[in-house]
């Protein structure tokens, strides 16, 4: 029994200490997307836009390095952060095979001049020698803000603070601009 051991031993932890190898920098393999554009709703300049998720998948039977990258056009305007991680550039990402990975976007636009504008960039992905992109889309306003004030009301017993933005006589607000509410009128 004890000279079948050791050989059983040896055998067991050379089938467990396998791994499978990573796809070598030479070879090119397909990765899949879930969207192959990002639209993103209206943004207003210096607003954040509500964070848009992009998924990638390795449909390979093999383990599969990129290399994600963000054409920033307007600077500072798009946001990415990879399986937890914020940047513009990742080097040597690895999805396992039969695997995927997160990415999370957002938008916030810078304040132009343009009552209206289109903003675009794309996500570029470099797998071996195969490149792939996904676009990013978000059509941005410039508007006029206006911001709750504090309305404290106070009665015999208690008071109470109502945020909203006062309105007091009449008021013209002029078309140029979106207007944006925050809170209540």
């Known amino acids: ?54 998924t990638i998948y390795n449909r390979n039977n093999f383990d599969v390095q990129t290399n994600i990258s963000l054409n920033l056009i307007n600077e500072g305007v798009f946001r990415m952060n990879v399986d937890g991680v914020p940047g513009i550039n990742y080097s040597a990402i690895e999805i396992p095979a039969k695997d995927s990975i997160f990415i999370f976007l957002e938008v916030t636009p810078n304040e132009g001049d343009d009552n209206e504008f289109l903003l675009t960039s794309k996500i570029e992905f470099v797998t071996g020698t195969k490149k792939q992109d996904v676009k990013l889309v978000a059509p941005g306003r410039n508007a006029n803000f206006h911001l709750p004030h504090d309305n404290i009301f106070t009665t015999a017993t208690e008071s109470v603070n109502y945020r909203y933005y006062s309105i007091e006589g009449n008021i013209i607000w002029t078309n140029d601009l979106s207007h944006v509410i ?4």
């Open 1 to 54: 029994m004890k000279r079948y051991f050791l050989p059983l031993l040896i055998l067991t932890t050379l089938l467990f200490a396998c791994k499978k190898d990573i796809m070598e920098n030479s070879q090119s393999a397909a990765l899949h997307f879930s969207n192959d554009t990002i639209i993103f709703d209206t943004a207003f300049h210096s607003i954040g836009t509500p964070t848009q998720t992009l």
């Open 182 to 185: 925050y809170g209540y009128v």
